[in-house]
T-cell receptor
């Protein structure tokens, strides 16, 4: 089975631009989470979506938004990019709530560079 | 205080050595616990879940002490391929993973 997929793999933008990152979860997984990982740090939680509804939001500004589609894929949007938004953006999917695990499985990430 | 704290290392050990990593977490209501492994410029990959009773997977043993809010990972007979960053991870709700900053392990020949 395919794992979590993300696109694009790399992206270069300039300050003030907007970016959209995409994620497809593992087949059968209905939950998608987004994390930001800057160099030298662990991933930081941005959002989780379950059944197209936002279940949780981390401590990120309103420039960050996301949505989930009927096929459970997801997009993360970041507006008005800042240099500090340069990071690896990770998407993770997790099994349905009635499963016996809450493990999250990560995609390969999108590496965003803001110049 | 950070929610999940780890020694950043690096731990530089010879092949065959035993190495232990420790982690503390601040939220006593945390529900589940994991160790993830992350190779350079790659995504985190689940190494193992951590249970109060302790669990072992081959050369890897994980322990959880809820009273002390402490998690450990022991790697026996280190291999060159074990070189990576090990992330201590706590799930404090049904959806949010909180990561430590990671402990870097270098296994030398």
């Amino acid at each position: 089975d395919a794992g979590v997929t993300q696109s694009p793999t790399h992206l270069i933008k300039t300050r003030g631009q907007q970016v959209t990152l995409r994620c497809s979860p593992i087949s059968g997984h209905k939950s998608v989470s987004w994390y930001q990982q800057v160099l030298g740090q662990g991933p930081q939680f941005i959002f989780q979506y379950y059944e197209k509804e936002e279940r949780g939001r981390g401590n990120f500004p309103d420039r960050f938004s996301a949505r989930q589609f009927p096929n459970y894929s997801s997009e993360l949007n970041v507006n008005a990019l800042l240099l500090g938004d340069s990071a690896l953006y990770l998407c993770a999917s997790s099994p349905p709530q009635n499963s016996d695990t809450d493990t999250q499985y990560f995609g390969p990430g999108t590496r965003l560079t803001v110049l | 205080r950070k929610e999940v704290e780890q020694d950043p290392g690096p731990f530089n050990v010879p092949e065959g050595a035993t190495v232990a990593f420790n982690c503390t977490y601040s939220n006593s209501a945390s529900q589940s616990f994991f160790w993830y492994r992350q190779d350079c410029r790659k995504e985190p990959k689940l190494l193992m879940s951590v249970y109060s009773s302790g669990n072992e997977d081959g050369r890897f043993t994980a322990q959880l002490n809820r009273a002390s809010q402490y998690i450990s990972l022991l790697i026996r007979d280190s291999k060159l391929s074990d070189s990576a960053t090990y992330l201590c991870v706590v799930n404090d709700s049904s959806y949010k993973l909180i990561f430590g900053s990671g402990t870097r392990l270098l296994v030398r020949p």
